[in-house]
């Protein structure tokens, strides 16, 4: 029979998998998919933990990525905004998105937005990312423009659950 690890073991090894243990020389692409998600409700989170996590790291590498767009924040884990690798982001968000398509029509953002062409909406929210990077409440300002009847944070909401 095996020896069951320590609960110290065991801490140790979780904090070694989450690279709190000692700074690495990883790049923050390699620490973003060894990771899978780092939380980003804040914009700012993904730069603390790097910076925690990495020799060396540079506030411009990460930002560099994101406008290269090799790594994004979005809806991904539990519906929460998380910062990962573009590639990374791809291949999860094609697995979960039949949930997050189902969460979404239990919330508020869903019935602010019921009348709405969800095809037109997705398509500006598409026309507007595709231009720049967006936090979701600049996006929510710019759906806005278009469709001041309507709550801009309801239907940046719905564009960040679809696409």
Known sequence: MTARPSRRALN???LGRQILLERAKH???EA??????MQAQNP??????LWSRLEGFAPEDLSGMIERREALR?????ATLHLSTTRDFMFLRS?????????????????DTAGMDRAMLLDQGRSLLDERPMTRAALARALEERWPEIPGNSMAQVVTYLL
């Open 95 to 111: 697995h979960l998105q039949e949930t997050l398509t189902a969460v979404l029509g239990s919330t508020s953002f869903a019935k």
């Open 74 to 78: 979005g809806a991904l884990l539990r």
């Open 44 to 49: 700012h989170d993904p730069y603390y933990a």
């Open 32 to 37: 973003m998919e060894l990771l899978v998600g």
């Open 12 to 14: 140790r090894t979780t």
């Open 27 to 29: 790049t923050p692409g």
